[in-house]
């Protein structure tokens, strides 16, 4: 039953990177004994709560299950209570959650950079394994390292990003981001810190 007692979580929170989710909240303060969690979770469709394998947890976190890790567009609401000894907290819930619209994507791996006198050819892996049917595209911002740069831009699918059309022997600076493009919408990932590299002398 739950008990006036012991309040329920607070700061309850879905942390989503890369589609690796995590729910996570503030420990709940008692005088004595150690409080222990139980989260569950319930998808739009199906509408009862399942166990996410953190039954009675010490730990005011709980990683999602593998399948829920690979469920991305399935619409998920989840709950957390305290438990101490027999009583129980009520259940503190999260606003529904969809890992395609609300996870944050990170930056793409720069894996190398190949200069030649008028271009410089990037080559990147995405921030995430890809799943089929992703279809992800690289936005590139670049600019002459000088004093008044001025930013110009590319976008491209392919993991090998060419900036041409460049001075010779000049230092250029980039930046790369992804954007997973869903049916409708799109998810714009984080942009990568910037790099500089000198082009070749011909």
């Given at each position: 039953e739950p008990s006036p007692h012991l309040p329920a979580p607070k700061d309850?929170?879905?942390?989503?990177?890369?589609?690796?989710?995590?729910?996570?909240?503030?420990?709940v303060p008692v005088e004595n004994g150690s409080v222990l969690y139980t989260a569950q979770y319930t998808t739009k469709s199906f509408g009862k709560w399942s166990d996410m394998g953190?039954?009675?947890t010490p730990r005011p976190r709980c990683a999602f299950p593998p399948e829920l890790q690979r469920?991305?567009?399935?619409?998920?609401?989840?709950?957390?209570?305290?438990?101490?000894?027999?009583?129980?907290s009520p259940w503190a819930y999260t606003d529904s959650f969809v890992a395609e619209r609300n996870t944050t994507l990170g930056p793409p791996r720069v894996n190398g950079v190949s200069a030649s006198?008028?271009?410089l050819l990037i080559s990147v892996s995405p921030p995430f394994p890809l799943e089929a049917g992703?279809?992800?595209q690289y936005?590139?911002?670049?600019?002459e390292n000088t004093t008044s740069p001025?930013?110009?831009?590319?976008?491209?699918?392919?993991?090998?990003?060419?900036?041409?059309?460049?001075k010779e022997s000049t230092l250029y600076c980039f930046s790369v981001q992804v954007e997973l493009q869903i049916y409708s919408s799109?998810?714009?990932?984080?942009?990568?810190?910037?790099?500089?590299?000198?082009?070749?002398l011909s």
């Open positions: 309850v929170e879905i942390y989503s990177y890369n589609f690796q989710s995590l729910l996570r909240w503030s420990p953190c039954a009675r469920r991305r567009r399935w619409t998920l609401t989840l709950r957390v209570r305290a438990e101490l000894g027999p009583l129980a006198p008028d271009s992703d279809v992800l936005h590139v911002s670049y600019w001025t930013e110009k831009k590319l976008s491209d699918i392919n993991t090998l990003l060419q900036i041409e059309n460049l799109h998810l714009l990932g984080q942009q990568s810190a910037p790099e500089c590299h000198r082009t070749a």
